[in-house]
């Protein structure tokens, strides 16, 4: 799972992953297999957005996301800034809901914008699951994931626990894996690119963040909320 500009959840399957749902995307891997794959076109640059509206630096977003209770006191943010692709609303726009004169405060705002990507983020994974794809923890990557309140919200909101890899840059070090593996079959045809693969990843014990069955149960009705808004699109 990728949280960058857009929001990306991807695997490895041998075979392809068949969903009637054309949010879901299975790529015939260069390497073999297939790889299956949902984006999101609104994650970092939503809640840069919002940062950058409420004048605040990363460590003040960051202070004020802790502040705020799950579920925004009921303030509920869509963020589909540049439509979205998951779900697959190319015309929607940004939208908030639920705003009261108790609860449109900055620290609120701050964890709308960031529960309502994370949302988009479990909306595809749970298009994933329901075609047959399931796995046991997720490898985490891209900027957001250096904030460990957004593991947290990963890990909790996605029912996983979460680890992150410890190069930053994870997408060129795949680039450049896959690279040195097609390089060296010239001379060895057989080398085998899960053995490179487990060679050159090294996963920061460091990063890891269990989910926490009491987040998990909060955070259940706050995603059904979410989708009950998007059911009104």
Known sequence: MSLGSSGTVYAYAERPLIS????????????GG???????MNLTNATTLVRELLGLDLAAFNQRLEQAP??????????????ERVPALPQAQGSLHGMTLDNLTPANLCRAVVEGTTFGL?????????????????RLIGGGA????WRQMVADIMHAPVICP?????????????????HGRQDDPDLDLQQLCERCV????????????????????????????????
């Open 20 to 31: 009637p749902e054309p949010s879901v995307a299975t790529f015939c891997s260069s390497s």
């Open 34 to 40: 297939w790889l299956p794959l949902i984006c999101t």
């Open 70 to 83: 799950i579920g925004a006191e009921g303030l509920c943010l869509l963020p589909f800034f540049n439509g």
């Open 122 to 138: 479990r909306y595809g994974l749970d298009l994933l699951r329901a075609a047959g794809l399931h796995s046991q923890s997720i």
């Open 146 to 149: 250096k904030s460990l309140l």
């Open 166 to 182: 410890r190069e930053a840059e994870a997408a060129a070090l795949g680039a450049a894996i896959q690279a040195a593996w097609c």
């Open 202 to 233: 090294r996963l920061d014990p460091g990063s890891e963040t269990q989910p926490r069955a009491e987040h998990v149960a909060a955070y259940e009705p706050v995603y059904q909320r979410y989708r009950q808004q998007l059911a009104s699109l």
